[in-house]
């Protein structure tokens, strides 16, 4: 599905920005062991998108590329490409830790953690400001925990709703 994207945007030159978020891993397997080339940029490329990759995830470099992206869309260049190199802090699906399956080290994180985005914006912020939107974002994860909690399981029938076979 990603070949073909690409490619229908590019033949259509619809104004299109994808971006590809790598966290070098799938699942419990690191790029450069399921990809002969990890080259996701020149798979871009490949199907005539123009692509960048920004390699620190820098979150104020990826909104000014992205802005001048856009207006390049919007002029009518056609689809353009970001690999937006980014690492997992936690498990492939769910809350937890996982370096003690061996797949990967805490070592390996230390950087990532280091560079985090939130933490560097939050820095940014005046001290009252901050302090009022962390107050507002828990009330609001508290909110959505509690009608999670409180809201009845869905009926069998409703697993198969919306499945075509």
């Known amino acids: ?11 259509k030159r619809l104004p299109i920005l994808f971006v590809c978020e790598n966290n070098q ?3 419990h397997t690191h790029q450069s062991r399921r990809q ?8 871009a490329h490949a199907q005539g998108v123009p692509a960048e990759r920004i390699a ?4 104020l ?18 689809p353009y490409f970001f690999e937006v190199m980014t690492y997992r802090w936690h498990e492939h699906v769910g809350p937890n830790r996982d ?28 001290v009252e400001n901050r302090r009022k939107i962390e107050v507002e974002l828990e009330e ?10 409180s809201s009845p ?13």
């Not at 599905?1 to 033949?11: D, G, I, P």
């Not at 590329?65 to 856009?70: M, T």
């Not at 399981?153 to 076979?165: N, S, W």
């Open 99 to 126: 370096f003690h399956l061996g797949y990967r080290t805490e070592a390996e994180a230390v950087p990532w953690k280091a560079n985090d985005q939130v933490a560097r914006l939050g820095d940014t912020l005046e």
């Open 153 to 165: 399981f869905p009926k069998e029938e409703e697993l198969y709703a919306d499945v075509y076979q």
């Open 140 to 149: 609001e994860i508290k909110a959505a925990l509690a009608f999670a909690d």
């Open 36 to 43: 002969g080339l990890p080259d996701i940029c020149g798979r």
């Open 61 to 78: 470099h990826l909104h000014a590329r992205s802005q001048k992206a856009v207006e390049c869309l919007r002029n009518g260049a056609g």
């Open 1 to 11: 599905m990603f070949a073909e994207s690409l490619n229908f945007a590019a033949l």
């Open 25 to 27: 891993y799938a699942i």
């Open 56 to 59: 620190d995830s820098d979150i």
